[in-house]
């Protein structure tokens, strides 16, 4: 099936890091991504890595991809309550003419002050 | 800056009725996709459309069509709306090959939709 899965709900400190977890489906998957929803928002993109990539890192993110066991995490450091929002990895899949992103379930980020 | 407007924030319709949820984008992209977001669901593509007059089923097409009759304007239609089909809905363009670092998908900021 084309599930990407991740837990629900995180709850961090200010200051602490937090990892968001994401396991997907599809190896052949060529870029894999990382979302944000703030509240009453739609989706902004955060980061992507490419499958041939281990890991990326952007300021405080970091993502770590393992291909062999198809899981990908977020590592946000100095959490802020800024960063409070539902995290949503994906992935890409063919969909004919053009790509598709099979989004995981999201993963609600609450940081308290 | 992209901006992907969707013409509803909030409707509420009765079961049975004919919904139309409209989405405009304004950078000229090729792709359009809807999606369906549900608390711990996540997001579900309905349906996407690669070029006018073009569209393909999604996930989970069932009880919706869509109509892409100019480049910068994608809807959604649920023909006899039921009360399953509650729901935040969600636009998003992008340009080139979706899930290419030029294929990021631009969202709106959602449509909810509540069928009494």
């Known amino acids: 099936g084309e599930d990407v899965e991740q837990s629900l709900f995180l709850s961090v400190r200010e200051g602490d890091s937090s990892v968001i977890n994401c396991t997907y489906t599809?190896?052949?998957?060529?870029?894999l991504y990382w979302y944000k929803q703030e509240p009453g928002a739609g989706l902004q993109l955060l980061t992507y890595?490419?499958?041939?990539?281990d890991m990326k890192q952007d300021q405080r993110l970091t993502v770590l991809l393992n291909k062999k066991d198809k899981h990908l995490s977020l590592r946000i450091a100095d959490t802020q309550t800024g960063d409070s929002a539902i995290y949503f990895c994906?992935?890409?899949?063919?969909?004919?003419?053009?790509?598709?992103?099979?989004f995981g379930t999201g993963t609600l980020l609450a940081v308290q002050p | 800056d992209v901006k992907v407007t969707q013409s509803s924030r909030y409707l509420v319709k009765r079961t049975g009725e004919k919904v139309f949820l409209e989405c405009v984008q304004d950078?000229?992209?090729?792709?359009m996709f809807w999606y369906r977001q549900d608390p711990g669901l996540g997001l579900r593509l309905i349906y996407f459309?690669?070029?006018?007059?073009?569209?393909e089923k999604g996930d989970i097409p069932e009880g919706y069509s869509v109509s892409r009759e100019k480049k910068e304007r994608f809807s959604l239609i649920l023909e006899s709306a039921s009360t399953n089909q509650t729901s935040m809905y969600l636009c998003?363009?992008?340009?080139?090959?979706?899930?290419?670092?030029?294929?990021?998908?631009?969202f709106g900021e959602g449509s909810r939709l509540t069928v009494l």
């Open positions: 599809d190896s052949s998957s060529t870029y």
């Open positions: 998003a363009s992008s340009f080139g090959l979706a899930g290419g670092p030029s294929g990021e998908l631009f």
């Open positions: 459309s690669y070029d006018v007059k073009m569209k």
């Open positions: 890595i490419f499958s041939n990539m």
């Open positions: 994906a992935e890409s899949m063919s969909g004919g003419a053009t790509n598709k992103l099979i």
């Open positions: 950078m000229d992209h090729e792709n």
